[in-house]
């Protein structure tokens, strides 16, 4: 089965720094990649996702960006952070059968 | 819009009661929801699954049923423990670019389990 691990676990940035969040995959090839971000009490936001390496597709506009470099390997990043961008960002993949599985989160804090 | 996963906040229970959690969606064409338990700091867990064909199905201590004709679906816990505490959230998904499926969440709920 697959595995997901994202670091760092938490992360606390001043405004206007730079971010990279990276998340990779182990157990499964050629999966589908997502990065959700989650705000305290609420339900999860798709931010982007991702089908193949080098493809990106981003659901609402933002200061976030996002990367595949490799196919198990998926990167949230921005130039500079807005204090709105903190949050609980979660990487997701999907099997086979379609099933989505979470790592486990970064805790993004934006001073 | 469509939505999905229209939950209220927080429920409360005794330890060892059962536990039900309502879920209801607005788009009629959906045939496929799934469940989740985030517990905090954690990402979510996938719990169980339904597909339109069915109106129940059951796990290791959970059934959730649908209903179809109300757009409603109910996540039971049976014998409700300790560490079922945790957001629960009731999601659908939906087919994007290519193959991706993206899931749609609501903001949960919230269920406290009580000694």
């Known amino acids: 089965s697959q595995t997901i691990h994202q670091w760092p676990a938490t992360l606390v940035q001043p405004v206007g720094s730079p971010l990279s969040l990276e998340c990779t995959v182990e157990?499964?090839?050629?999966?589908?990649l997502y990065w959700y971000r989650q705000a305290a009490g609420r339900g999860l936001q798709l931010l982007f996702y991702?089908?193949?390496?080098?493809?990106i597709s981003s659901e609402v506009p933002q200061n976030l960006s996002a990367s595949r470099p490799q196919d198990r390997q998926f990167i949230l990043s921005s130039k500079k952070l807005l204090l709105s961008d903190s949050g609980f960002y979660l990487c997701?993949?999907?099997?086979?059968?379609?099933?989505?599985?979470f790592g486990p989160g970064t805790r993004l804090t934006v001073l | 819009g469509e939505s999905v996963g229209l939950h209220l906040p927080t429920l409360s229970v005794q330890e060892g009661d059962n536990s039900i959690i309502n879920c209801a969606y607005s788009?009629?064409?959906?045939?496929?929801f799934i469940w989740y338990k985030q517990e905090s700091g954690k990402g979510p867990q996938f719990i169980i699954d339904?597909?339109?064909?069915?109106d129940k199905r059951q796990g290791q201590r959970v059934t959730v049923l649908l209903n179809k004709t109300v757009k409603h679906l109910s996540l039971q816990i049976a014998a409700t423990q300790p560490g079922d505490s945790a957001v629960y959230f009731c999601?659908?998904?939906?087919?994007?670019?290519?193959?991706?499926?993206?899931?749609?969440f609501g903001s949960g709920t919230q269920l406290t389990v009580l000694p």
């Open positions: 997701a993949c999907t099997d086979r059968v379609g099933e989505q599985f």
């Open positions: 157990g499964t090839s050629n999966p589908n």
């Open positions: 991702s089908v193949g390496i080098g493809q």
């Open positions: 788009n009629s064409a959906s045939d496929y």
């Open positions: 339904i597909r339109s064909n069915m």
């Open positions: 999601a659908e998904p939906r087919v994007g670019s290519g193959s991706a499926r993206q899931l749609t």
